[in-house]
């Protein structure tokens, strides 16, 4: 069973720096894709894509950093580095694995719990 644990997030003024990271508790398949997310609509802040780059919304790009790392107990970490924050960052981000084998299995989605940001001016 994939659990995504998402820690971080908090208050900063404008022109600081967060780190968002979510700590993936299960087996992550290879074939899995994560990434961070707003809500309502969904759409994605950054992330993985099916070919394995990383993409980011206009709003973040050369602000935002997202990593992902394997640890020796193949435990997965990924973590979105926000810098130079700006007051329209303020939301809730979602940690989020998309996990599809092949075109014929419905995927299963995984979401962590949310982190608030709050940027102020």
């Known amino acids: 069973q994939v659990k995504l644990v998402q820690s971080g997030g908090g208050s900063v003024q404008a022109g600081g720096s967060l780190k968002l990271s979510c700590s993936v508790s299960?087996?992550?398949?290879?074939?899995?894709?994560t990434g961070w997310y707003l809500q309502a609509p969904v759409r994605v802040v950054a992330g993985m894509t099916e070919d394995e780059t990383i993409e980011y919304s206009d709003s973040v790009k050369g602000r935002f950093t997202f990593s992902q790392v394997k640890d020796n107990d193949n435990v997965v970490t990924f973590y979105l580095q926000m810098d130079s924050l700006k007051t329209e960052d303020t939301a809730h981000y979602y940690c989020?694995?998309?996990?599809?084998?092949?075109?014929?299995?419905?995927?299963?989605?995984?979401w962590g719990s949310g982190s608030r940001v709050i940027v102020s001016s």
């Open positions: 989020r694995a998309y996990c599809k084998p092949d075109r014929w299995t419905t995927a299963s989605i995984y």
């Open positions: 299960g087996t992550l398949p290879t074939y899995c894709r």
